[in-house]
Structure formats: C-alpha cells, structure tokens
C-alpha cells in the first residue's frame, strides 16, 4: 500500500483548525494563539509534513532558491567564510535557499558551453563570485540570458558590491599622516597586481591621494616579478635595511603585513616603536601577541548587501542597480603609535 505524503488538510483534520491557519502556523506568519501554532507545529512533525516546493514553484513563479557562481581557479573566486556567512543569513531572512554552482574556466571560454544554471530556469537570481579575469564569454553569458545577477568583491558599472577600497586607504594613510608620520609606504607584493583584483589599484589610488594631498611623497614598495612567499622577508630586509627607511607602512593584504614583520624583527626594530603597521583585513593580523591595527573588509555585510540587491533585481529584473561600495572603518590594534622623532 502507497503511503500519500501529510498534507495542510491532513494537519488541519486533526488539529481542527482552517487550513489558512495550517498555512500561517507553517509559515510563521498570520497572528494565531500561541498553543495553537504550538499544536499544529507539533502534529506537522508528527506526521512528517514537507512543504511541496513545486507546487509552490508553479504558484508563485518562483523557487525560492538564488545560486552562488564560482569558478574553479582559486585566487579568482575566494569565498571568505563571513562573505558566504553573510549571503546565507539574509538570504534565509527572506526565506531563500542558496545553490552552489562551480563552473571549469576551462569550460566558460568554449563557445558551445552554456552552463545548465542558465540553460534552465532552475534559480530566481544569480550571485557572481568571480573576482578578477572574468571570462569575457562568462559575462556575455549573464547577460544573455538576462538572469537577475549581483557582482560579488568586484568592481563594475553596475550590478555589483565591494569594499570601498579608495577610501579605506586614503583613510588608513590619512591616520598614519595625522600621527605625525610622513615617510609612508604603500607595501604591495601582488607582482604588480593592478591586471588581478580592483583592490590593489585602488588601495594605491586612495594612498596616493592622502600623501600628495598633504605634500608628502609617495614611496610604492612592489616586486615588479613573482617572488615565493618564503623570499618576501629577504626582500623586506632590503628596503627596511636602508638608512632613510619608512617609519610607517600600509601592508596591501595580510600577505605583505607578515613579511614585513618578520623582516623587521630580523633586523632588530620594534613595532610599532620603529615601525608603525596598518593593513586591510576581515579580522586583523595577529603579530606574535599582537593584535594589527587594521581597515576592517566588510566581507559578512557584502554578503547581506549582495542578497538585498539580489533581491531589487528578482522583482524587478530590468533595473540596473548602482554599484554598493561599503565603507571599511578602522579598527584599532597594536601596531602604531605617534611618530616622535
């Protein structure tokens, strides 16, 4: 004998309630007493009600589902936990559901592939986590098809959210500027990685305007070639080893703050007593027992702002949206103190 799945009227007979009550109760919305939405929870598992999601797919027009875009290479398409975090909090606010979706670069620059997510109707909208050398078929694809899609940590026209990571810096610089410090480098070992992530011109762009605007020279630290990781600290040694060194340093990334450390510890200076540090993080650097003073990546708010916008554009798919730069506020640490020399 075929055993046929709880149903809202099923629930509804034994609880002896309407089945808008079931529905409400189910839902969390409605006003209902509170032992009553109790019952029909209890009596729900009881006899191991399921929504019916196509059901309520073919009623609303939509599934209730948003999926999350990645290519396979991992510097282009990083998934911090708290951007992911972030995205599945406000997503589950408006009761969606995220669907991951991994595409071979490979893949994305054949003209006859068409990814299964876009050839079928299977998600409401799209989020876009491919940071730097987006396929240009990958774009053409998106818009083709016309699916509601947001940007992730990218800067584009439209259609997109990232840290605000001009001001970040111009802010950072700006604060090390106000200690007193003037001789202030911009540290970025990305081998010249203006072609990678946004970020890394921009962070120069905003550090540079905070130092011409208060007359001081720039002074851009940067390995034109790649360099292995373990080599950084040597190549660190060679510019905080010069006589007319930095007494204060802007680290591009976490990268660059180690290093950096390792470097100056080698050669016998304090931080922040010889060397003030500032870097951009999610977190902070822990330095030994230190805490890094650091320009906070707002990566859980991108998350919940990407799902907001995500959602403008499931509405009202037309609509193009301006890009959502989120301020990175300064977080204090250990790291720098006032120059007095």
Same mark, same amino acid.
């Given at each position: 004998?075929?055993?046929?799945?709880?149903?809202?009227?099923?629930?509804?007979?034994?609880?002896?309630?309407?089945?808008?009550?079931?529905?409400?109760?189910?839902?969390?919305?409605?006003?209902?007493?509170?032992?009553?939405?109790?019952?029909? +929870?209890?009596?729900?598992?009881?006899?191991?009600?399921?929504?019916?999601?196509?059901?309520?797919?073919?009623?609303?027009?939509?599934?209730?589902?948003?999926?999350?875009? =990645?290519?396979?290479?991992?510097?282009?398409?990083?998934?911090?936990?708290?951007?992911?975090?972030?995205?599945?909090?406000?997503?589950?606010?408006?009761?969606?559901?995220?669907?991951?979706?991994?595409?071979?670069?490979?893949?994305?620059?054949?003209?006859?592939?068409?990814?299964? &997510?876009?050839?079928?109707?299977?998600?409401?909208?799209?989020?876009?986590?491919?940071?730097?050398?987006?396929?240009?078929?990958?774009?053409? +694809?998106?818009?083709?098809?016309?699916?509601?899609?947001?940007?992730?940590?990218? !800067? !584009?026209?439209?259609?997109?959210?990232?840290?605000?990571?001009?001001?970040?810096?111009?802010?950072?610089? !700006?604060?090390?500027?106000?200690?007193? *410090?003037?001789?202030?480098?911009?540290?970025?070992?990305?081998?010249?990685?203006?072609?990678?992530?946004?970020?890394? /011109?921009?962070? !120069?762009?905003?550090?540079?305007?905070? =130092? /011409? /605007?208060?007359?001081?020279?720039?002074?851009?630290?940067?390995?034109?070639?790649?360099?292995?990781?373990?080599?950084?600290?040597?190549?660190?040694?060679?510019? &905080?080893?010069?006589?007319?060194?930095?007494?204060?340093?802007?680290?591009?990334?976490?990268?660059?703050?180690?290093?950096?450390?390792?470097?100056?510890?080698?050669?016998?200076?304090?931080?922040?007593?010889?060397?003030?540090?500032?870097?951009? *993080?999610?977190?902070?650097?822990?330095?030994?027992?230190?805490?890094? *003073?650091?320009?906070?990546?707002?990566?859980?708010?991108?998350?919940?702002?990407?799902?907001? =916008?995500?959602?403008?554009?499931?509405?009202?798919?037309?609509?193009?949206? /301006?890009?959502?730069?989120?301020?990175?506020?300064? =977080?204090?640490?250990?790291?720098?103190?006032?120059?007095?020399?």
């Amino acid at each position: 004998m075929e055993i046929m799945p709880a149903s809202i009227k099923t629930i509804a007979e034994q609880c002896q309630v309407s089945r808008q009550a079931v529905s409400n109760a189910l839902t969390g919305k409605g006003r209902l007493a509170p032992q009553t939405r109790q019952r029909i +929870l209890e009596v729900a598992r009881e006899v191991g009600y399921r929504p019916n999601s196509i059901a309520r797919t073919m009623q609303s027009g939509r599934f209730g589902s948003v999926a999350l875009l =990645m290519g396979t290479n991992g510097g282009s398409n990083w998934l911090p936990d708290a951007l992911l975090a972030g995205i599945h909090d406000e997503l589950a606010r408006h009761d969606y559901h995220l669907t991951l979706a991994r595409l071979p670069d490979e893949k994305l620059v054949s003209e006859g592939f068409v990814p299964k &997510l876009l050839r079928e109707w299977a998600c409401d909208g799209v989020l876009i986590n491919y940071i730097y050398d987006v396929p240009t078929r990958l774009i053409n +694809l998106i818009a083709d098809y016309k699916i509601p899609s947001i940007w992730l940590n990218l !800067r !584009r026209d439209a259609d997109c959210v990232h840290p605000a990571d001009v001001d970040a810096a111009y802010d950072a610089t !700006r604060h090390l500027l106000s200690l007193q *410090h003037r001789k202030i480098a911009f540290v970025d070992y990305t081998s010249g990685g203006a072609a990678l992530h946004y970020s890394v /011109q921009d962070r !120069r762009t905003g550090y540079a305007a905070a =130092m /011409q /605007q208060a007359g001081c020279k720039t002074h851009i630290i940067e390995n034109k070639q790649a360099v292995p990781p373990e080599e950084l600290i040597a190549l660190s040694r060679q510019w &905080l080893g010069q006589t007319q060194r930095p007494t204060a340093v802007l680290a591009y990334s976490e990268a660059e703050t180690v290093s950096v450390t390792q470097a100056a510890l080698s050669l016998g200076l304090k931080i922040p007593e010889d060397l003030s540090l500032l870097t951009f *993080h999610w977190g902070g650097v822990v330095l030994m027992t230190m805490q890094t *003073h650091y320009m906070y990546l707002p990566e859980y708010q991108m998350g919940e702002a990407a799902v907001q =916008m995500l959602l403008q554009k499931i509405e009202s798919p037309s609509t193009v949206l /301006q890009p959502r730069a989120l301020p990175c506020p300064l =977080m204090p640490g250990q790291t720098i103190v006032p120059l007095h020399r």
